[in-house]
Nanobody
Framework: VQLQASGGGLVQAGGSLRLSCVVSGRTFSSYTMGWFRQAPGKEREFVGYVSRSGGRTTYADSVKGRFTISRDNVKNTVYLQMNSLNPEDTAVYYC?????????????????WGQGTLVTVSS
């Protein structure tokens, strides 16, 4: 299983970006999909996840109301729509797949990871 994240870039505070993560293979719809981020000098932290069907999402408090995760099980793609960005959102963003569908905020429950895409928010 390979995950390829894209869509990062430089954006001004208050702006928006949409990240995408394409997953190889025919089992995408069987995975809970998560997004994490890691800022320079900090631990990798949970952003949110979406259930296999896309019907349920959970977010970290720091992004709730600003970020939205969705998925397209035909295109094997999960999305992270980020609005009202601020400089504290600057980080490398990673998508991850959870085979066991724990629906967890712990990075240790995720089995497959993408390479990350850098988001930089300027003030």
């Amino acid at each position: 299983v390979q995950l390829q994240a894209s869509g990062g870039g430089l954006v001004q505070a208050g702006g928006s970006l949409r990240l995408s993560c394409v997953v190889s293979g025919r089992t995408f719809s069987s995975y809970t999909m998560g997004w994490f981020r890691q800022a320079p000098g900090k631990e990798r932290e949970f952003v949110g996840y979406v259930s296999r069907s896309g019907g349920r999402t959970t977010y970290a408090d720091s992004v709730k109301g600003r970020f939205t995760i969705s998925r397209d099980n035909v295109k094997n793609t999960v999305y992270l729509q980020m609005n009202s960005l601020n400089p504290e959102d600057t980080a490398v963003y990673y998508c991850a797949a959870d085979r066991q569908n724990y629906g967890s905020s712990s990075r240790y429950e995720y089995d497959y990871w993408g390479q990350g895409t850098l988001v930089t928010v300027s003030s």
